[in-house]
């Protein structure tokens, strides 16, 4: 499972996001991802992972 939380992104970004998560709240999205996702994000910047 997969949990991103895109606070502070364009929304393009977001749009994206929605293709192939869940979206329970606003700007947190929740899924899978596995060889038939494409993983071609190239304005998602890498941001270090928080710990916590």
Do not use: Q, Y
Not at 9 to 30: E, Y
Request: proline content about 13%; overall charge positive; hydrophobic content about 45%.
């Amino acid at each position: 499972m997969t949990v991103i939380v895109a606070n502070d992104t364009p929304d393009a970004i977001r749009g994206m996001l929605k293709r192939w998560f869940i979206a329970p709240r606003p700007n947190v999205f929740v899924g899978t991802i596995n060889r038939r996702t494409p993983l071609t994000w190239p304005a998602a910047p890498t941001l270090p992972l928080a710990s916590g």
